[in-house]
């Protein structure tokens, strides 16, 4: 098995598979004690002269390009509200806890989608907070036995 990170030659004159394996030895004798690969290449030797240069890590999109995503998706929602508030503008009743009004349809589900959004989004602040209260008590019992164990 080879190092990935080693060039096939330090000299670049021949990859690792020129080098020719031991000569077959007659029946009924030990082959002679040679090596597949000469001893520069040996993978148990540490010789930093010998690996290539590690390749840098992958770099993701970053903020700003994020943000230029969020927002042309948000665009383009917002291009397809307005097209289905126009088409859906059938006025219609409607009636809230004896209130009574006619919007058109199209704002009306508008608004109910609006409402849905901010109940969903209290739930998960709920949930966030009391998240972040086990976290906090977590750390201070580990501060805790951090403390002790350090004595």
């Known amino acids: 098995m080879t190092d990935p990170y080693r060039s096939p030659d330090p000299a670049g004159d ?22 597949d690969v000469p001893p520069e290449h040996d ?9 290539r240069p590690a390749t840098e890590p992958r770099r993701s999109a970053g903020v700003s390009a994020g943000v230029w995503i969020a927002l042309i998706l948000g665009a383009v929602i917002l291009v397809l509200l307005l097209i289905f ?5 059938v006025t219609a009743q409607f009636q809230y806890f004896g209130w ?16 849905g959004i901010l109940v969903a989004g209290l739930a998960g602040s709920v949930r966030i907070a009391i998240l972040s209260r086990r976290l906090k008590k977590a750390d201070r019992s580990l501060a805790e036995v951090e403390r002790i164990l350090d004595r």
């Open 43 to 51: 993978e148990r030797r540490d010789d930093s002269r010998h690996r």
């Open 100 to 115: 009574e009004f006619s919007l058109p349809l199209g704002v009306a589900m508008l608004l109910a989608a609006i409402a």
């Open 85 to 89: 508030i126009i088409q859906n503008n």
């Open 14 to 35: 021949r990859p690792l598979d020129a080098y020719d394996p031991a000569p077959e030895a007659p029946a009924g004798t030990h082959p002679p004690a040679r090596r």
